[in-house]
């Protein structure tokens, strides 16, 4: 037997007020429901117009082309976009920057994942190409390394708005068949910008990703042994971009400004590399490990400590650098 069909009793729910009163929060707001609508019958002349603007609602293609391979995922998440992107920032443009040390551990695929989180705020299409062979730059956004070919979506966290980012993993040492490969150039044609995590440098290198980017980020950390292979970097990157010439730059991470041989080294650097070098130096902070061990940049952990605002403006140099660089490009494609 239904109980709430004795006689007396009112059915859970149909007395939210009551309810409310009772528990003495009756300024609180609540919402009720009413009884289902029943569909409007549509006759003549109105099924037409429906169909007419269910058919104007739906995608289209141009000329019956599949859709690029992007433009779904973009316009899948529109509603997690926080402004419109920055000028000169859009397909096409050509805007890509590669990550690259002559020996690992000195925070390479960190400063790549996190510089891609910085930027996504402010550009709509940021492509990261993870071409490490053990690659973990996925771990940075919670998401499972994949093999060759594997395309991913890190999407904003609560803390810190921005635009999703597409994962594309290629490692070098697995051989790319020709669609693949096209495939992967035409995501970097499609994005605002990429970011390419490359292996660690050394003789076997190749220099297309090189050619591709035209920039090429190189992280020391604060030792005799980081200063001595810039002169093997700028040989080698020599080598391997031979159609484009490359700009290598240079970011000083893990600094400590307390301990003098950090700040010697840095004023050495400051005076060889000049304004290839970074104006700021990454500091050393537990938070970046911390971070990363919970499947996230430093950014979305604790997005108000003193490291996020180095990386923050390491990006925004960055940004500055590849502004020219694309306008530089525009200017000589309009003359040209």
């Keep these: ?64 082309n599949q859709r690029r391979p992007l433009n779904s995922i973009f316009e899948a998440n529109a509603r997690l976009r926080i402004a419109s992107p920055q000028r000169g920032f859009t397909g096409g443009s050509g805007a890509a920057l590669a990550f690259a040390s002559y020996a690992g551990g000195v925070g390479k695929t960190t400063l790549c994942a996190t510089v891609a989180r910085v930027l996504s705020s402010r550009l709509s299409s940021v492509l990261v190409a ?69 292996p660690t440098f050394n003789t076997r290198s190749t220099g297309d990703e090189l050619n591709q980017a035209g920039q090429l980020i190189v992280p020391l950390v604060p030792d005799v042994q980081s200063i001595a292979s810039i002169a093997r970097i700028e040989e080698l990157s020599g080598m391997l971009g031979k159609s484009t010439p490359v700009r290598n730059l240079f970011v000083l991470n893990r600094f400590d400004e307390t301990r003098m041989l950090h700040r010697e080294i840095r004023a050495h650097l400051e005076k060889t590399l000049k304004d290839r070098l970074a104006p700021v130096a990454v500091r050393e902070s537990e938070s970046v490990a911390e971070a990363l061990s919970l499947g996230m940049t430093v950014i979305d952990h604790v997005p108000q400590s003193s490291v996020v605002k180095d990386f923050e403006e390491l990006a925004m140099w960055l940004e500055g650098r590849l502004s020219s660089a694309v306008e530089s490009s525009t200017e000589k494609a309009e003359i040209a």
Excluded: H
């Design 1 to 64: 037997m239904n109980c709430y069909r004795l006689p007396g009793l009112t059915p859970p729910g149909k007395d939210v007020r009551a309810l409310f009163e009772k528990a003495s929060i009756e300024n609180m707001r609540y919402l009720t429901f009413g009884e289902p609508k029943a569909p409007e019958r549509v006759v003549g002349d109105s099924v037409a117009a429906n169909a007419a603007a269910a058919t104007e609602a739906m995608p289209t293609t141009n000329n019956g």
């Design 130 to 198: 993870d071409r490490c062979s053990e690659g973990i730059i996925a771990y940075y956004f919670s998401l499972e390394r994949q093999s060759a070919c594997g395309l991913q979506t890190a999407f904003p966290n609560t803390r810190r708005a921005g635009y999703p980012i597409t994962l594309f993993a290629a490692p070098r040492n697995e051989q790319l068949d020709a669609p693949t490969a096209a495939w992967l150039e035409r995501l970097q044609t499609e994005s605002s910008l990429t970011l390419t995590d490359l």
